[in-house]
């Protein structure tokens, strides 16, 4: 059982910046795939970014030049850079792995942003 903790998240004013943290039970050397998606309330959880092992990251349009996503392999960790945010960006963000055929989910992280 993978376990994904994620932090970092907040209230932040428009413009600002956070960066989140996934922290993985375990390598992350062992995922094919490594996501966050988020979900603003009364909508649908939504890709933000992905990335795969050695695999170039590919991002929401709406998040493109803003987010940047990132990894660790020392500290079984991965990063989303959030940048330039928008009150758009508010929602709770999850991290997620694929590892083999199963899915793997963190409780979410709450960010709002503030005018």
């Known amino acids: 059982q993978v376990r994904l903790v994620e932090s970092g998240g907040g209230l932040v004013q428009a413009g600002g910046s956070l960066r989140l943290s996934c922290s993985a039970s375990?390598?992350?050397?062992?995922?094919?795939?490594m996501d966050w998606y988020r979900q603003a309330p009364g909508k649908e959880r939504e890709l933000v970014a992905s990335?795969?092992?050695?695999?170039?990251?590919i991002y929401a349009d709406s998040v493109k030049g803003r987010f940047t996503i990132s990894r660790d392999n020392a500290k079984n960790t991965m990063y989303l850079q959030m940048s330039s945010l928008k009150l758009e960006d508010t929602a709770t963000y999850f991290c997620?792995?694929?590892?083999?055929?199963?899915?793997?989910w963190g409780q979410g992280t709450p960010v709002a942003v503030s005018s």
């Open positions: 997620h792995v694929k590892k083999w055929l199963y899915n793997y």
């Open positions: 375990e390598s992350i050397f062992n995922f094919n795939v």
């Open positions: 990335m795969t092992s050695g695999g170039t990251p």
